[in-house]
């Protein structure tokens, strides 16, 4: 059974920092692209960050460009992103991606909240 559980999430004044976390069980991580998304109410789901396998090709959407770092541990099948100077508009639920490299293979997580408020 796949399953990829987020956490770290929660509230936090602007400028603040929080690192979400996904541990990924059921896949061979090693050969997933891992993505973070996010999303708004009434809003599409918004690509935020995205690291390939053995983590040499990071993108990130020009929103959270020097703010925000995605990264992995393939030893522990985690993902994580570093948020730092959050903004009240990057209040979303966050939800973790796995988009296998070779097949349709593709799975999601619960999703975490992440409220940037003072």
């Known amino acids: 059974q796949v399953q990829l559980v987020e956490s770290g999430g929660g509230l936090v004044q602007p400028g603040g920092s929080l690192r979400l976390s996904c541990a990924a069980s059921g896949i061979t991580f090693s050969r997933y692209v891992m993505n973070w998304y996010r999303q708004t109410p009434g809003k599409e789901r918004e690509l935020v960050a995205s690291?390939?396998?053995?983590?040499?090709?990071?993108n990130y959407a020009d929103s959270v460009k020097g703010r925000f770092t995605i990264s992995r541990d393939n030893a522990k099948n985690t993902v994580y992103l570093q948020m730092n100077s959050l903004k009240p508009e990057d209040t979303a639920v966050y939800y973790c991606?796995?988009?296998?490299?070779?097949?349709?293979?593709?799975?999601w997580g619960q999703g975490t909240q992440v409220t940037v408020s003072s």
């Open positions: 690291i390939s396998p053995a983590g040499s090709r990071i």
């Open positions: 991606n796995a988009d296998h490299v070779t097949s349709p293979l593709e799975y």
